[in-house]
């Protein structure tokens, strides 16, 4: 099986840094905390030194790598495309090769591939949600992205669904034989944080005739454990989900969670065949149904009286791969949504998932500077295309203050939606 | 390696989580743009004028050198700590002070972001003009120390024509003022000229008065592509000896062009050997005469095609051209020396020529692209250092580059200063008369030659 590429690897990708400092401009972490071991340049010029041997994994290394969100900003801003969130993964990977993984890390190994006891926990009750967090298997993407040291930090977290979305549904739910069929990567956080996203998604698809496969095996799609340099764990959950999603023939691997989506289009296309094919066929649920006429098809649906003043939030995963117009196209269609633009609707929200764990006041910083620009904006809702973002993003205007609600794109286009027969 | 009692010094004056020692901060506080690299022994950060001159009083007692930095974006190596010691950042001193907008005038700290500074100002319908490539990240410190130039120079001048006042400690750590809030003002030398551009040798400065104008009601952008960079080069002469002038007149040559063909979604055609990119900005009625008169002018000059944008988003996608020229450089070779060089205006072509004939002799490519309108050219000269005696022969080209320059009544550096990067060809340029004086000014004011040592003149 294809590997994730080593520090080594990325050597002439490290080269490429002419340390012109433009990051600077770009670096969600850096603009919370000016110093340069925070910015990319900097992490290059330590990945750099490490791999010379001029410095080794000591304290203020593992520190300064630590501080990055792998939003891949910097890499967007960047004048040569230095990839620096692949090589701050590359460096974590190293680090826990060398110094073994932090005590979460370990856990997530340790406890790998047992759904089965993720449903039966979660199935004991919504109502204890954050008891229920503390019982959540390691290997849920949840677990990753949101430990327990959570919930002692005065975070508020939605609370956890009573009933998994993918228990809910049948594995095949078929549409018309003229549509294409897509299999549904529901992600960890739709499945068992926000199934109403789920059905949402299911909705809009039954619109449009579209067949779904919810392959019931699906495991989480292996981003926090890039984020913690957990790379066996990657490995092992990219050969569940390459199986899972593979069992039956289907157009298209839709996702409707950017970190999912980078997860299954990027990662796994960096780590070559068999999971390229994957990675191609990965789509993001708003440009598919742009692809799929959706927004012309909204027009023709009855204006409503009063609007809802919608912005939008640019997930990370997303923009930094260029997808930021089809989210905006579905909003600005939606019959009942005036959509507004807010200042920096493109900086990160501050979540990285378990970047807000180890580093959660750096994550307040940014997450209060955009909840100010969702006020500013005049929104009463703020829409987006993440259930990590949503968490944040609500975090964030609660501590804040303000009254305005994060939702996925989905769930207004459920409101937008014919009410089904 | 720096002795512990003068970090606890350092600790006790600043509070030590502003004072780094540890290897992985030095690394990162070692490099500027020009990708060289030197390790500090200690980086502090202090956050007042205060602060800064007690960093310089126990530097000077104890023959230490400091190096102040702002967003180590400088392509001369202007901040880089040469021979060790203390490097200052600046990163904590990064506050706008105040934007006085009855007369237009604001009062920062030298950390500040010049776009964010511009965006503040514009907020309320004002306008900062200097606009440096690095805007988006470097500092407003970094901009008067090097005197920072951009595109919009052409009418508006240089960062030291909006500086009309400083703060400053200087090197042997007193607070000083020069100048202030008031447009005019003679009394006494005018050290805040001196201070524009003296890369940090004269003293560190920890507060900048600006000068602010309105801001202009609205801009217009042409790209004209023509069949030469003569005819290039004779519309803008043509232009601005017709009382024109424009807000930016940014130049590419046949070779940039080549270059960015691949990199950009614009069409390109083939006979279009010369590139400008003409902006004017004012009063909307005024601004639709002046791009018509412009187009006349400038038609019988080769011009393949004009394309005008009307909205922001139309100009964004014709300035991306040019933006897209950074990038599309490493695919001619993968390391460059980015040379600045300025000449009479109307010199420009004679040099790309002298330049063309440069690159053919010691078998080098080289591009050149940058602000025609005030003979500002980036001189980009594309090597690859693995290539055994590549380096050699590109220090003999720029060598010659800045003959070719000064021979034409020009300079060796527009707008990025002389660094370590130009000091061994500042005997070319100035005088040893010059130089003595310049130096003079040097010694009085840093009798123990601790800040920022090295730069502009080898010593």
Redesign the interface.
Known sequence: MAKLKNLEDYRDAI??C????????HCPVFGAE????RVAR?KV??SK?VLDG??GL?A??LE?LSQCLLCGSCCAGC???VPTEEIVAAARRRIAEQQGLSTFGKGVAAVLGRPKLMNALAKTGGALSSLLFRKLPENSGLRLRFPLPYLESGRTLPPLSARPFRERHPERIAGEASQPTVAFFTGCGINYMYPEIGEAFLKALRFLGVTVIIPADQACCGLPAVSAGAGEVVEKLAEQNLAALSREPVDFVLTACASCNAGLGKIYAEMGEPFEKLAEKTRDIFVFLVEMGLPEKLAELPSRGVKTRVTYHDPCHLRTRGITAEPRAILRALPQVEFVEMENAGTCCGLGGTYSVYHYENSRKIGAKKAGHIEESGAELVATDCPGCIMQLQDAINHAGGRQRAVHILELLREALPEEK | MLDQRIIRDLQATLGAEHVATDKADLICYSYDATQQQYLPDVVVFPASAEEVALVMKIANAERIPVFPRGAGSGFTGGSLPTRGGIVLSTERMNRIVEIDTENLVATVEPGVVTEQFQKEVEKLGLFYPPDPASLKFSTLGGNVAECAGGPRCVKYGVTKDFVIGLQVVTPTGDIITTGGPTMKGVVGYDLTKLLCGSEGTLGIITRIVLKLLPLPEAKKTMLVLFDSIDGAAKAVSTIISNKIIPTTLEFMDGRTIDCVRQATDLEVPDNARAVLIIEVDGDREFLAKQVQKIQQLIQPLGVVETRTAETPEESEALWQIRRSVSASLRKVNPDKFNEDICVPRSKVPEMIRKVDAIAEKYNIPIVNFGHAGDGNIHVNIMIDRKVPGELERAHKAIEEVFRGALELGGTMSGEHGVGIAKAPYIPLEITPEAAAYMKAIKKALDPNNILNPGKIFLD
């Open positions: 080269e490429q002419v340390k012109c400092g433009a990051c600077r401009a000016r110093r340069e071991g900097g010029a330590l030194a001029e410095i000591e203020k290394v300064d004048p040569n495309k």
